[in-house]
Structures are given as structure tokens and as C-alpha cells.
């Protein structure tokens, strides 16, 4: 037992895609206050209903380290898989790989997003 095991189950080779996705949910949930009125006026959207979304400002921080954990060991997942897939399986799969990885970025960027909105917020430049 000196290498990685390896990887047959659906349910742990999905793994790392499921964490992706949650944090992406989180960082969208984290930069619903601040990011994403930004991102709905740059494209167009606008309403009342925006301004709504100001009510989960609280939650940020909890959103925030909800992302960076689940984005963490999303990667660490991601990279886990990538030695111990078995060929022919869903984590040997590029498609599959290059899916995850793009969500995990993603993720990565809308967390880092939301939080360098509020660290820029307090510095009343």
C-alpha cells in the first residue's frame, strides 16, 4: 500500500465537483449584498427587488467561510482524484476535469470578489 488508492465510486469521484459547486453557491450567496447588484446593473437588470438583497449583508462573513471551505477542499479533492482515478472512470474523464476546475475557479473568484468588496468598502478611500 505505498500509492494512492484508487478511485471507482461515482459517489467519491463526484465529490470534488459537489464541493465546487458549493462554493460557488456560497460565494454567490456571500456577494449577494455587495457584487452582485454591481453585476445585475452592468448587465441590465435592475429593479426594487435589488435592493432586497442588502438583507443578507450579516451573512457575509458566514457565507464567505462557508466558500473558502468548501472551495479548499474542493481543490484538495480535485487533486486527491487526479493520482488515484482508475482509467475509464468519471474522475478520468477531461470533460469531467475540466468542468470541476472551471467551477472551482469561479468559485475562487467570486468569493475573492465578494471579499475584496468589503475590505475596499471600509477603507473609505
Given at each position: 500500500m505505498s500509492g494512492p488508492l484508487p478511485v471507482s465510486n461515482l459517489a467519491k469521484s463526484r465529490a470534488a465537483l459537489s464541493l465546487a459547486l458549493g462554493g460557488l453557491s456560497a460565494g454567490l450567496l456571500a456577494s449577494a449584498c455587495c457584487v452582485l447588484p454591481l453585476a445585475f446593473a452592468l448587465v441590465g437588470i435592475s429593479g426594487a427587488w435589488i435592493a432586497r438583497l442588502t438583507a443578507l449583508a450579516p451573512y457575509q462573513p458566514y457565507f464567505l467561510t462557508l466558500a473558502a471551505?468548501?472551495?479548499?477542499?474542493?481543490?484538495?479533492?480535485?487533486?486527491?482524484?487526479?493520482?488515484?482515478?482508475?482509467?475509464?472512470?468519471?474522475?478520468?474523464?477531461?470533460?469531467?476535469?475540466?468542468?470541476?476546475?472551471?467551477?472551482?475557479?469561479?468559485?475562487s473568484l467570486i468569493a475573492v470578489a465578494a471579499a475584496a468588496v468589503d475590505v475596499f468598502g471600509r477603507l473609505n478611500l
Amino acid at each position: 500500500m505505498s500509492g494512492p488508492l484508487p478511485v471507482s465510486n461515482l459517489a467519491k469521484s463526484r465529490a470534488a465537483l459537489s464541493l465546487a459547486l458549493g462554493g460557488l453557491s456560497a460565494g454567490l450567496l456571500a456577494s449577494a449584498c455587495c457584487v452582485l447588484p454591481l453585476a445585475f446593473a452592468l448587465v441590465g437588470i435592475s429593479g426594487a427587488w435589488i435592493a432586497r438583497l442588502t438583507a443578507l449583508a450579516p451573512y457575509q462573513p458566514y457565507f464567505l467561510t462557508l466558500a473558502a471551505v468548501s472551495i479548499g477542499v474542493g481543490f484538495w479533492r480535485y487533486r486527491r482524484n487526479e493520482a488515484a482515478c482508475l482509467a475509464g472512470s468519471l474522475c478520468a474523464s477531461p470533460v469531467y476535469r475540466r468542468s470541476t476546475q472551471f467551477v472551482l475557479l469561479a468559485a475562487s473568484l467570486i468569493a475573492v470578489a465578494a471579499a475584496a468588496v468589503d475590505v475596499f468598502g471600509r477603507l473609505n478611500l
